[in-house]
């Protein structure tokens, strides 16, 4: 028997129906329902990044070393562990998220990012759509911020 493959389109149609919940708080409901697979990778990613390793229950390689290495003192290599750290984190943990462009910043790029490191994540969910994340960490409030 044959079947008849066909795209569907990648929003609910049923507000009740989600694909899953954003981590963050401050929404009605507490957690933000998503809809879209796009807007569940973002969150993911997030989920990802922001988690220190060792941190999460029974899942102690989890997450990554991002917000320790972001806050180093600038030197040649330390572009080459963020970059190896990400990748290395969405390779194992979301295979289906392909790394398209992964560029940092810090104050040897542009005098205006002192004493702050910028990541501008492109990325491609399963290779239909393509998005980007934004993730500022700034000393001076010790803070990281994605948009």
Do not use: C, H
């Amino acid at each position: 028997m044959a079947y008849r493959i066909q795209t569907i389109e990648d929003v609910t149609t049923k507000s009740e129906i989600g694909l899953g919940v954003d981590l963050s708080f401050g929404n009605p409901g507490i957690f933000k329902t998503l809809y879209t697979s796009n807007d569940q990778a973002k969150a993911n990613i997030r989920n990802l990044l922001l988690t220190r390793k060792g941190e999460r229950y029974n899942q102690i390689n989890f997450g990554t070393n991002l917000l320790s290495l972001v806050f180093e003192p600038s030197n040649d290599n330390l572009k080459e562990l963020i970059s190896a750290e990400i990748s290395a984190a969405l390779n194992f943990w979301l295979p289906y998220i392909v790394v398209q462009n992964l560029e940092i910043l810090n104050v040897d790029d542009d005098p205006s990012l002192l004493n702050t490191t910028k990541i501008q994540l492109t990325y491609t969910v399963d290779g239909f759509s393509t998005d980007s994340i934004t993730i500022i960490a700034k000393e001076d409030s010790s803070t990281i911020t994605i948009e």
